[in-house]
């Protein structure tokens, strides 16, 4: 089982090469930087995730995604970089795919895209997206960057993303692309990666709701004519105090998944405040928990 460890860096989240070499000394797996590109003042919108459902302030603090995995890259050689995760309708398509490839070439081929459509209204309007037909727009992105990573000349034409015939170079490193995970609930999040991504990351309360949701899509992606074990499931977990057990973990294996991101409101703000070397150092005995299982 690989662990993986979220965090999310600020102007007040200290040295992020420093913190990036730590948690790869330590043995995880991977590193996810979350994206909110601006957080509108006048925002409407209530927050899932909180009891008072306000947003927290960290979450206007966060730094680009992809310039802090550059920085991570450039001082680490085996920790995959992953977006933890990137709002696709708030880029723009054709950079976005140039952005990650460039980040997959120089990194050796460690990105992992991590995608999903945005739940705060306000600041996917003031990007220059429609709310609505957001999640239409970020699987058209998302075809739209497998032809730009694949093909010497690369056209596209959804109903939101078009373009004519362009190059778009470097390619990615890995082939044939980066994997694109979804992160997103619900029934319908269930048939979206069962159709287009390689890939799954929702929050989770227990194995045994990985395992349902998880035979679910399988059966969606054979139905849809794809292999279902390709399917990677890479859930985000609460740590809690000392992080899931060895029995959780084996319980999470058994329902598919290969990978257990460590993040929740609490670690995650942690982390903005400069607390992901004491974090990561607290959870690595989650680390050596997954090394048997």
């Not at 040295?15 to 790869?24: C, K, N, P, S, V």
């Not at 609460?238 to 670690?267: C, F, H, W």
């Amino acid at each position: 089982m690989d662990i993986g460890f979220l965090m999310a860096p600020t102007a007040q989240s200290g040295d992020l090469a420093g913190a990036a070499r730590l948690i790869e000394s330590l043995g995880y797996e991977s590193l996810w930087i979350p994206e909110h590109p601006v957080i509108p003042v006048n925002m409407k919108t209530p927050f899932p995730f909180t009891h008072d459902n306000k947003l927290p302030d960290h979450y206007a603090r966060w730094a680009d995604p992809f310039i802090g995995l550059t920085v991570a890259a450039t001082v680490t050689t085996k920790i995959k970089l992953g977006t933890g995760i990137c709002l696709l309708p708030e880029r723009e398509p054709l950079i976005t795919a140039k952005t990650v490839a460039s980040l997959d070439l120089f990194s050796g081929g460690r990105v992992i895209l991590g995608v999903g459509a945005g739940w705060l209204r306000e600041e996917t309007e003031v990007m220059g997206a429609k709310f609505g037909t957001r999640w239409k727009q970020t699987r058209e992105t998302v075809e739209a960057m497998r032809v730009l990573w694949t093909k010497r000349e690369a056209s596209y034409e959804g109903e939101i993303v078009r373009f004519p015939a362009v190059r778009c170079e470097p390619k990615p490193l890995q082939r044939p692309h980066p994997l694109v995970i979804l992160g997103a609930h619900g029934p319908k999040a269930l048939e979206r990666v069962a159709r287009t991504y390689d890939g799954w990351m929702p929050l989770t309360d227990s194995p045994e709701e990985m395992k349902r949701d998880a035979a679910i899509i399988r059966k969606l992606a054979a139905e849809h004519g794809r292999k279902p074990d390709s399917i990677q499931m890479s859930p985000l977990v609460d740590p809690k105090e000392n992080g899931p057990s060895a029995d959780d973990m084996k319980r999470y294996r058994d329902a598919g998944v290969s990978r257990i991101v460590l993040l929740s409101q609490k670690t995650v703000a942690a982390t903005a405040d400069g607390k992901a070397p004491e974090l990561a150092r607290h959870f690595a005995q989650v680390v050596e928990r997954a090394q048997g299982i």
